[in-house]
Nanobody, 123 residues
């Protein structure tokens, strides 16, 4: 399976972006999905995850209430809607997939990764 992340860009604080993660090779409904981010000099952080059947969704505290993960299995795509962006959200964002029912907060539990898309939020 291949993942292709897109939608990053530069916005001012308070703005919005929607990231997309297109899944190819296998239907996205087979996978639980996660979004991670990595800022320069920092470790990769788990941002949000969604289970295979959408019955379990998790958000890290630092994005709760501002970010929304969703999926459209007909389009084999997972989305990350990011609102009320802050400069601290500046990072490369990665989508990841694992062939299990539920998401994981550990990057080591994901077998498949997209290439990353850069989000820059200016103050």
């Amino acid at each position: 399976v291949q993942l292709q992340a897109s939608g990053g860009g530069s916005v001012q604080a308070g703005g919005s972006l929607r990231l997309s993660c297109a899944v190819s090779g296998r239907t996205s409904s087979r996978y639980s999905m996660g979004w991670f981010r990595q800022a320069p000099g920092n470790l990769r952080q788990f941002v949000t995850g969604i289970s295979r059947t959408d019955d379990s969704i998790y958000y890290a505290d630092f994005v709760k209430g501002r970010f929304t993960i969703s999926r459209d299995n007909a389009k084999n795509t997972v989305y990350l809607q990011m609102d009320s962006l802050k400069p601290a959200d500046t990072a490369v964002y990665y989508c990841a997939a694992r062939n299990f029912t539920y998401w994981s907060g550990s990057s080591r539990q994901y077998a498949y990764w997209g290439q990353g898309t850069l989000v820059t939020v200016s103050s």
